[in-house]
């Protein structure tokens, strides 16, 4: 029954379009299920470091492994930061979570891939519903579609023309 209501929940999301999950992930406060055709399927939540004297602001990545969905992330490592654009990812001294675990390595696999700019498939990604910057839950239809809240995809925007750090996919970005 559980496992059931899960399939559910996870089948009502939608889809995020491969091509854009780098932007999506690397937006600040991302919460993205990764699932594959045999069915397993991992949970990720990918938050930008805060603000500080450092010149860089990684990524840290937790992989959901209890059953409150907004609270049981454990930690599995760090995107870095090279210069103000998303590094590779790798594990550190406070990573929870072994290196052969399947949840890191359906991770890395995943990270490679759209770093490089490619396809996922057959894996699918799925946006969890909350804008993935500023992790507000979405209402809208266009920005659940989008996976950006109405207020940051204009900000999202500007960081593109203003040629910022995480620049978001060519479908967020106002028609010439």
């Not at 600040?28 to 991992?42: D, L, Y």
């Not at 492994?65 to 760090?78: E, H, K, Q, R, S």
């Not at 770093?115 to 993935?132: D, I, K, Q």
Request: charged share 20%; hydrophobic share 40%; aromatic share 8%.
């Amino acid at each position: 029954m559980l496992g059931e209501l899960a399939l559910a929940s996870l089948s009502a999301r939608r889809p995020i379009d491969p091509t854009s999950g780098m932007a999506l992930f690397t937006a600040g406060n991302a919460i993205v299920t990764v699932a594959s055709p045999s069915g397993a399927r991992f949970t990720y939540r990918i938050q930008r470091a805060k603000e500080s004297r450092r010149p860089s602001r990684p990524w840290f990545v937790g992989v959901l492994t209890g059953p409150d969905n907004t609270a049981d992330y454990t930690y599995l490592g760090m995107i870095g930061d090279e210069g103000g654009r998303p590094g590779d990812f790798c594990r550190t001294r406070g990573s929870h979570v072994g290196e052969d675990a399947p949840s890191v390595v359906a991770f890395q696999w995943i990270w490679a891939r759209l770093r490089a700019g490619h396809s996922v498939a057959p894996a699918t990604l799925y946006h969890e519903g909350r804008c993935v910057r500023c992790a507000r839950l979405l209402t809208v239809p266009e920005s659940i579609a989008t996976g950006y809240g109405p207020e940051c995809v204009k900000v999202a925007v500007a960081l593109t023309t203003a040629g910022g750090a995480t620049a978001p996919p060519a479908w967020l970005r106002k028609p010439s």
